[in-house]
């Protein structure tokens, strides 16, 4: 039985050693991989011509967009083979729309299900789990569970260069959007959460900003930080749990401008857009913290830059806004348009010691309405989404016609719209906590 693991050709070279792998894209295939080999199993890294030698082949999914790309190279595969596809990841989600493309899907983490898998091949019988979705005899009317595991306690080899050991699992906070806390129940370990940028300098990582405000984590200016507001207002923080106060961002920034040892003079903060109930004022808001804090200070000797990354929305399955109202609105640009009026540029706030622009990289509209296919798509969705993701004409054309694409074949109201509690097409998506009783009907 030859076991391959397979690598996206964005991410492959002349061959497919461990040192062609993405560090943050695979430390996940790479925990599968280390435990399928202490096993006693052989695993080779293949690709889209040399993936047809082999039985099995695990895919690592770790985000909604990486499905795009898997689909469209999953339907170039040339082979006659009877190819076993196991899929996992943080992206495997709703697969309602994707069972004609694999035959397990692995819900969370499965080190500890994906030998039983193997052998269930070995054997010619399918295998039955909550935390896997056997394309063959899944059903809505079952429960799957998104399955939680401690930390993996071996250290795994990333590149030639680089190891990694997980350190720890979820986040000590509960937002309400969020996918990371809700489909990873936390270590309990009493750490503050921590982004691990794998194999890099963690001072570059991004840490929770009221892990800051309360003295968790002793905040670090003298190199380049991220953190996270997630949301324009304290009204719109508190409604998704996000419990950063008005009060919160100012200490932050005043700590920030006023730090006589701060080397970097630039930040990066994450912020979500489109939250339900969401207004132009809101956006307002953070535009007064930046006031705020610059009122009688003194001008410093550099100037701050601030890199504001808004996130449009997106309902997460197994969450508690897994039902929520998502905004058909394209915010790619719209953000500096919007609060930066007359300043040139992506810049919304230009002060004495700060100067913020709006990220270059926010999502557009059709990325929006892509990730939703994939979080609220069902079997009728199937045939279209795989028309959409080989469409070299679509994945070339400009954002507006894209969207006439998508508006074409899709029904955006059943992707964007809200839905009653235990209605959404991936209800069957349970994890670690009762989402249920946090869900409003929005």
Not at 42 to 71: K, P, R
Request: charged share 25%; aromatic share 12%; glycine share 4%.
């Amino acid at each position: 039985m030859k076991i391959a693991a397979y690598v996206f050709q964005k991410y492959a070279k002349s061959n497919y050693k461990n040192e062609c792998l993405d560090a943050r894209q695979f430390a996940g295939l790479k925990m599968i991989i280390d435990s399928v080999e202490k096993a006693g199993y052989e695993v080779e890294y293949a690709g889209l011509d040399t993936i047809h030698n082999y039985d099995i082949a695990l895919v690592s999914i770790t985000a909604q967009c990486d499905w795009w790309t898997f689909i469209r190279e999953r339907y170039s595969w040339e082979t006659n083979r009877n190819l076993k596809v196991i899929a996992g990841g943080a992206g495997v989600l709703n697969v309602r729309h994707l069972l004609p493309l694999v035959d397990y899907f692995v819900l969370g983490a499965g080190q500890n299900l994906i030998i039983d898998i193997l052998k269930s091949i070995q054997t010619a019988e399918t295998f039955e789990h909550e935390s896997v979705i056997a394309s063959k005899t899944f059903s809505t009317d079952k429960k799957y569970y998104i399955r939680q595991e401690s930390v993996y306690p071996y250290e795994i080899k990333l590149t030639e260069k680089k190891k990694y050991k997980q350190k720890n699992i979820g986040c000590n906070h509960k937002c309400f959007f969020c996918s990371y806390t809700w489909h990873r129940q936390h270590n309990k370990s009493g750490e503050a959460f921590e982004w691990d940028e794998i194999g890099v300098d963690l001072s570059n990582s991004e840490t929770a900003m009221l892990d800051f405000v309360e003295g968790k984590k002793e905040i670090n200016f003298k190199k380049f930080m991220t953190t996270a507001i997630d949301g324009f207002s304290e009204r719109l923080r508190f409604s998704v749990n996000k419990k950063i106060k008005k009060e919160h961002i100012d200490f932050f920034l005043e700590k920030m401008i006023t730090d006589k040892e701060a080397k970097a003079h630039q930040i990066k903060l994450f912020n979500i857009v489109g939250l339900p109930l969401e207004t132009e004022a809101d956006w307002f808001e953070l535009i007064e913290n930046f006031k705020r804090t610059e009122k009688h200070k003194r001008v410093s000797e550099k100037q701050w830059g601030i890199i504001l990354h808004s996130t449009p929305f997106s309902a997460m399955p197994a969450t508690p806004m897994a039902n929520a109202p998502v905004s058909y609105v394209n915010y790619r640009k719209r953000i500096s348009k919007v609060l930066g009026g007359h300043l040139v540029g992506h810049r919304i706030y230009v002060g004495k010691n700060i100067w913020v622009v709006e990220s270059r990289a926010t999502e557009s509209l059709p990325t929006t309405f892509e990730n939703m296919i994939m979080n609220r798509g069902t079997e009728k969705d199937s045939d279209k989404v795989l028309q959409l993701a080989i469409s070299k004409k679509y994945w070339g054309a400009k954002t507006s016609l894209k969207l006439k694409t998508l508006e074409k074949y899709f029904d955006a109201n059943k992707f964007f719209c809200a839905y009653p509690q235990g209605e959404t097409p991936n209800n069957y998506l349970k994890t670690y906590a009762e989402v249920e009783n946090l869900q409003k009907n929005w």
